[in-house]
């Protein structure tokens, strides 16, 4: 990436402070403070394509469309992006002008799309089916699954202040951490996170994901097109993304919580189960 820039920096803040009255049954209504996660509207401008509105927490804008437009298979590398430049343009609304070194071979010039938080994918499910498998490289114990699930958990600190984000842990095929992000919509925080991996020059392939809710197919689009091999949720899985991982090689976990955690394709990645080859 040749460079980026950012005209308003006053985009840091992921939640806000508002009053609240909480009932709680045979006793007196209580007047509090409750500090609420922030969602804005990010309007997303890839000069020569088109706009993606997308709804998210205002932060990290630059790893944010760094991830989206390489999620969105817009780019293969931080290299093929000339700039990023975001500004505030209202209370709540960021955009984001992103300016390729070249427009990819299937673009669709001056596209108008509109993209909501859950539904932001639109690769056609053929697409993701027929992708390339990923690689074999990551392995990691029931115990250390476990362990990193807990210590994304621990970083959720806007969550724990205002239980409205979603989490997204990357980590390297030993089980270190290698980025983390939050955010408003499960999607949002995969492309934090990757995009911060891309912005620091760091290989995705052969790495991992821990997500705090449910693991959809696009969820499971993204990190196979990234070359990830295990993802892991919170909660439950959907069938197309158990499909997804079956068909491109990757370890998908569901309900990793309270001391367990269940696998739905390729456990050979999980060391406990004593599986020598793929």
Same mark, same amino acid.
């Given at each position: 990436m040749?460079?980026?820039?950012?005209d308003?920096?006053?985009v840091d803040?992921? $939640?806000?402070?508002?009053?609240s009255r909480?009932l709680v049954?045979d006793?007196e %209504?209580?007047?509090?403070?409750c500090?609420v996660a922030?969602?804005?509207v990010?309007l997303?401008?890839?000069?020569g394509?088109?706009? $993606?509105?997308?709804m998210?927490?205002p932060?990290?804008? #630059?790893?944010l469309?760094?991830? $989206?437009?390489f999620g969105?298979?817009?780019?293969q590398s931080?290299d093929?992006?000339?700039?990023i430049r975001t500004?505030?343009?209202?209370?709540?609304?960021?955009?984001v002008?992103?300016?390729?070194v070249r427009l990819p071979?299937?673009?669709?010039?001056n596209?108008?799309?509109?993209? %909501?938080?859950?539904h932001?994918?639109r690769?056609?499910?053929?697409?993701a089916?027929?992708?390339?498998r990923?690689?074999?490289a990551?392995?990691l114990?029931?115990?250390k699954?476990l362990?990193?699930?807990?210590?994304m958990?621990?970083r959720?600190?806007t $969550?724990q202040r205002?239980?409205?984000t979603h989490?997204?842990?990357i980590?390297?095929p030993r089980?270190?951490e290698i980025? @983390?992000?939050?955010?408003v919509g499960?999607?949002?925080?995969?492309?934090?996170?990757v995009?911060?991996?891309l912005?620091s020059?760091?290989n995705?392939?052969?790495?991992?994901v821990?997500m705090?809710?449910?693991?959809?197919? #696009?969820?499971i689009?993204?990190a196979?097109?990234?070359?990830?091999e295990l993802?892991c949720?919170?909660s439950? %899985?959907?069938? /197309?993304a158990?499909e997804v991982?079956?068909?491109r090689?990757?370890? /998908?976990?569901?309900?990793a919580r309270?001391?367990?955690v269940?696998?739905f394709?390729?456990? @050979?990645?999980?060391?406990?189960?004593?599986?020598?080859?793929v």
């Open positions: 040749k460079s980026w820039a950012r308003d920096p006053v803040k992921t $939640f806000r402070t508002v009053a909480r049954l006793q %209504p209580a007047v509090e403070d500090d922030l969602e804005a990010v997303v401008h890839v000069e394509i088109g706009r $993606f509105n997308l998210g927490t932060a990290d804008i #630059e790893a469309a760094m991830g $989206f437009v969105e298979g817009l780019v931080p093929e992006v000339a700039e500004e505030s343009v209202g209370p709540s609304t960021m955009s002008n992103i300016r390729l071979d299937r673009a669709e010039p596209a108008q799309r509109i993209s %909501p938080v859950s932001r994918e690769c056609p499910v053929e697409e089916l027929s992708g390339p990923v690689g074999a990551l392995r114990s029931c115990a699954l362990a990193l699930n807990r210590r958990r621990e959720q600190t $969550f205002t239980g409205g989490a997204a842990l980590i390297d089980g270190c980025a @983390f992000a939050e955010d499960r999607s949002n925080a995969l492309d934090k996170a995009g911060r991996c912005l020059g760091q995705l392939a052969g790495l991992g821990l705090s809710g449910r693991v959809s197919f #696009e969820l689009n993204k196979a097109r990234a070359g990830m993802v949720g919170v439950a %899985p959907f069938s /197309l158990i991982a079956e068909v090689n990757l370890t /998908l976990c569901g309900f309270e001391g367990r269940t696998l394709s390729h456990p @050979f990645r999980i060391t406990d189960l004593g599986y020598e080859i």
